[in-house]
């Protein structure tokens, strides 16, 4: 089978032959997608540089490597300037024509072709508002914060218009919803806030048998109840600092493909031994039974050789039936 065939199987726990770093995907994006301008601008830029997204976000470079931060929110005054604010549209052809003209690079027999949507919600949100700013406003002006999530989520329907268009296979979607040590807010406030307007996004995809593939990094084990309820396929990145792998996929054993665990702390620092037992390891405790991808719990810019490490600890210890059962 190629590549993509064993990536099916393993996302449906369905005896694939080898495990792998990661779904063989070939990503298309709208422009604006990775924080770039109309008029240009993005996280290639030199160190130093400024530049405002479509949303009217102004970021600054600051480290090599490492993409920018955002220094400038237009809603920072949610209540206010929401009624004045100048949302970008999922039609303008200035940022949709990337999907079509770059989805046709997509070799389909052994790539799925996916779909991104960075920072579907809560981290655009923050992006727009400030995120101590989006916090507050959450307690005093919640109708104001509801509107804006639901108008984000509105432009993220209008872009996947666009994704099924093309024929997208997977939706690549993510919000950081974690700290090392717990959640960035109860669950009651994300049932309240966020839930409603993921289902619409979600329910779309799954109506059209899109794979959903989520990522949030942190300390996420309370919300696996809940990310399975939302049909997600793959979640991404299950960082071992801040979670019980063992819990983790105790929790989604058969029910959601994981992609992740290795540390990426550890992949920069090295040694490549090191490197090699820690992917014998994740192999041992998560992809025993299908359903795991190998690979990075972040992305960091690495060392090439320890990367190269990481794969080649895949290829040797991920061929089923494991040789590192015990």
Not at 26 to 47: A, D, F, K, M, R
Not at 143 to 151: G, K, S, W
Not at 164 to 185: K, P, S, Y
Not at 308 to 315: N, S
């Amino acid at each position: 089978m190629n590549l993509k065939e064993n990536a099916l199987r393993i996302i449906r726990f369905a005896d694939p032959e080898y495990i792998m770093v990661g779904p063989p995907a070939y990503e298309v994006g709208y422009l604006g997608c990775n924080h770039e301008g109309y008029l240009g601008g993005g996280h290639h830029l030199p160190v130093g540089s400024t530049w405002s997204d479509i949303w009217g976000t102004v970021w600054q470079r600051e480290l090599e490597g490492v993409m920018g931060f955002p220094r400038h929110h237009p809603l920072a005054d949610l209540p206010n300037a929401l009624k004045t604010y100048p949302w970008p549209s999922p039609q303008d052809e200035r940022l949709v024509a990337r999907i079509y003209q770059s989805a046709a690079g997509c070799d389909r027999a052994n790539q799925f072709l996916l779909g991104s949507h960075r920072e579907t919600l809560w981290e655009k949100a923050y992006m727009l508002v400030g995120m101590e700013n989006l916090m507050l406003w959450i307690k005093t002006e919640p109708h104001a914060v509801q509107e804006l999530l639901h108008r984000i989520m509105n432009f993220d329907l209008g872009i996947a218009g666009h994704y099924l268009n093309v024929g997208i296979e997977i939706a690549g979607c993510g919000d950081d919803l974690g700290t090392q040590r717990g959640l960035l807010f109860s669950p009651r406030l994300l049932q309240e806030f966020f839930l409603p307007e993921y289902r619409r996004l979600f329910a779309l995809y799954q109506e059209h048998q899109v794979l959903i593939q989520f990522h949030s990094c942190g300390h996420i084990t309370p919300l696996l109840p809940t990310f399975i309820e939302l049909g997600i396929a793959i979640l991404n990145p299950i960082q071992a600092s801040a979670n019980d792998l063992d819990e983790v996929r105790r929790l989604t054993q058969g029910r959601m493909a994981l992609s992740g665990g290795v540390s990426s702390g550890l992949i920069v620092s090295g040694p490549r031994e090191a490197i090699r037992q820690e992917v014998a390891r994740r192999i041992r405790q998560l992809g025993r039974q299908g359903g795991y991808f190998c690979g990075p719990d972040q992305g960091m810019p690495w060392p090439a050789e320890h990367y190269a490490a990481l794969e080649e600890a895949v290829r040797e210890y991920g061929r089923y039936p494991l040789s590192i059962q015990s």
